[in-house]
């Protein structure tokens, strides 16, 4: 138990639902990421939230939509997806300081059918 | 253009054994680096780091080297265990700018043989 809760664990959707992935930390950390774990690739940063605010978007398409309510959640909503988006979505978090690191939850694994 | 890169997608070892997991990088900036173990169907678990300034760093049955020169750090794990098997992904912080940002390589997948 790393501290960072993701939900589900497991996803399968249509590629006209709608879905929504949630991500709970209770570390204190004042960031938040997602990141996308796909077959034979290396961990892709998606976004990244510092005190609530959204300060990087990896040029993810507009299918993928976050929203952080506050420093403890983090949520990623998910709107007509394609098969190809099929992989493990991470959740991290970590303080705002130089040099440190993240820790990550369980993972949803996403299946695009 | 991959900055992280572990060019071994997998190593087998014996029990025992040492275990050695090469990264290279590109980008001179990286100021930290950092390893992480990974499980099938779990999220990466930070294993050990180490900052730029140093070039060794110790904890218990894993080590990690950087050869700043070189752009090129490693990971030892001695002696190795069955529950050792897993995907180990080398990561690095900094490249101007985004200081908090993990820039990833592929993952090596360790097996170590009982």
């Known amino acids: 138990e790393t501290g960072v809760t993701q939900t589900p664990r497991h996803l399968v959707m249509g590629m006209t639902n709608k879905k929504s992935l949630k991500c709970e930390q209770h570390?204190?950390?004042?960031?938040m990421y997602w990141y996308k774990q796909s077959a034979k690739k290396p961990l892709e940063l998606m976004f990244v939230?510092?005190?609530?605010?959204?300060?990087e978007n990896n040029s993810v398409p507009s299918r993928f939509s976050p929203e952080c309510p506050n420093s403890s959640h983090l949520f990623l909503h998910l709107h007509t997806l394609q098969p190809e988006d099929s992989a493990l979505y991470l959740c991290?978090?970590?303080?705002?300081?130089?040099?440190?690191?993240?820790?990550f939850g369980q993972g949803t694994r996403l299946t695009v059918v | 253009d991959q900055q992280v890169k572990q060019n071994s997608p997998s190593l087998s070892v014996q029990e025992g054994r040492i275990s050695i997991l090469n990264c290279d990088y590109t980008?001179?900036?990286?100021?930290?680096f950092l390893w992480y173990k990974k499980y099938p169907a779990e999220g990466p678990t930070f294993l050990i780091s180490?900052?730029?300034?140093?070039d060794k760093n110790e904890d218990g049955r894993f080590t990690v080297f950087l050869n700043k020169s070189a752009k090129h750090l490693s990971l030892h794990i001695v002696p190795s265990q069955p529950g050792d098997s897993a995907v180990y992904f080398c990561?690095?912080?900094?490249?101007?700018?985004?200081?908090?940002?993990?820039?990833f390589g592929k993952g090596t997948l360790l097996t170590v043989n009982p």
């Open positions: 180490i900052s730029s300034i140093k």
């Open positions: 980008n001179s900036m990286f100021d930290y």
């Open positions: 991290a978090s970590s303080q705002l300081v130089i040099n440190t690191e993240a820790f």
């Open positions: 939230y510092n005190f609530k605010e959204q300060t």
């Open positions: 570390l204190g950390h004042n960031a």
């Open positions: 990561a690095a912080i900094g490249g101007g700018g985004s200081n908090y940002k993990l820039t």
